[in-house]
T-cell receptor, first 113, second 114 residues
């Protein structure tokens, strides 16, 4: 069974602080996606990383895919209250007729003004 | 506007009721998915439809019955549910069955079984 563990599970920080969220697995994924979900809404895709070691930046967010494509991290610089939400990583698993997205356990981030 | 619309947004039903959840997308995607999101659990993939054919059923109890009449519509028929089935049910769509492409989610249906 493929599992994606995220840490930390909960994070409450002050505006302006930096933070890193980790997504770890013992399985190799073809690609990895990060989503943010706000209360009462569905997840919204932030980024997809495909190549081992790949780094992508989205304004104050930096995403990295591990060299072995088993793990990923999300770093937020100078967090803002608007960054508050549930962050989900998801690994893409290809395999015949059962291509699917395995979601991580989630990290709930609260940024206090 | 995410492009994927789910109705109703909220649903309260008794254990003996029959209800249906609806999902609609006009993004030209040909794959649609049902996910279950419970508190303190990862998103659970329930069903996958590709070109209106069910390609995955993740050991979901038969009290959940999906239907995909065309590539734009997906239903989840519910009957004789249990209180533990209370959760947020999310629909998603994408191009094909390859997850390198972006998955668009609906806003979900918050289901409460009493």
């Amino acid at each position: 069974t493929q599992l994606l563990e995220q840490s930390p599970q909960f994070l409450s920080i002050q505006e302006g602080e930096n933070l890193t969220v980790y997504c770890n697995s013992s399985s190799v994924f073809s690609s990895l996606q990060w989503y943010r979900q706000e209360p009462g809404e569905g997840p919204v895709l932030l980024v997809t990383v495909v190549t081992g070691g790949e780094v992508k930046k989205l304004k104050r967010l930096t995403f990295q895919f591990g060299d072995a494509r088993k793990d990923s991290s999300l770093h937020i610089t100078a967090a803002q209250p608007g960054d508050t939400g549930l962050y989900l990583c998801a690994g893409a698993s290809y395999g015949g007729a059962t291509n699917k997205l395995i979601f991580g356990t989630g990290t709930l981030l609260a940024v206090q003004p | 506007e995410t492009g994927v619309t789910q109705t109703p947004r909220h649903l309260v039903m008794g254990m003996t009721n029959k209800k249906s959840l609806k999902c609609e997308q006009h993004l030209g995607h040909n794959a649609m998915y049902w996910y279950k999101q419970s508190a303190k659990k990862p998103l659970e993939l329930m069903f996958v439809y590709s070109l209106e054919e069910r390609v995955e059923n993740n050991s979901v109890p038969s009290r959940f019955s999906p239907e995909c009449p065309n590539s734009s519509h997906l239903f989840l028929h519910l009957h004789t549910l249990q209180p533990e089935d209370s959760a947020l049910y999310l629909c998603a769509s994408s191009h094909g069955r390859h997850w390198n492409t972006e998955a668009f989610f609906g806003q979900g249906t918050r289901l409460t079984v009493v």
